[in-house]
Structures are given as structure tokens and as C-alpha cells.
């Protein structure tokens, strides 16, 4: 595994597991003690993680030849 995988995995996980917490912090102090609040939310805050792991995945792609 070249660096910038090793790097880019790196990142990810730590991020993943910063994102993850900061849901959670979120979730517990501002939504509301309902099944409904929690059923709309965590899908949602689970499909935008999705966004940034997507560039940092793009940049762990070797560079295309010219």
C-alpha cells in the first residue's frame, strides 16, 4: 500500500470517528426524545459523511497518466 492510501485511510477512520461522536453529542442534546426525530435524523447524518470521505477518496487515487 503506497502512503497516500495508508494516509488517506488514516484520515478517514479519524474522521469517521470524529463524525460519529459529534452526532451522537448532537443527537443527545438537541433532539427531541421522540423515535420520529431520531428516525429522521440519524439517516440523514449517515448519508452526509458520505460527502467529504468521497474527496478524501478521490485524492487517494493515484493521479491519472496524461
Not at 431520531?38 to 447524518?45: S, T
Amino acid at each position: 500500500m503506497n502512503t497516500r492510501k495508508a494516509v488517506g485511510m488514516a484520515i478517514l477512520i479519524f474522521l469517521l470517528v470524529i463524525y460519529c461522536l459529534a452526532c451522537m453529542l448532537i443527537a443527545v442534546q438537541f433532539l427531541p426524545d421522540s423515535k420520529i426525530a431520531e428516525l429522521i435524523y440519524y439517516p440523514i447524518v449517515g448519508v452526509i459523511w458520505i460527502f467529504p470521505a468521497m474527496k478524501i477518496v478521490k485524492w487517494m487515487q493515484p493521479p491519472e497518466p496524461q
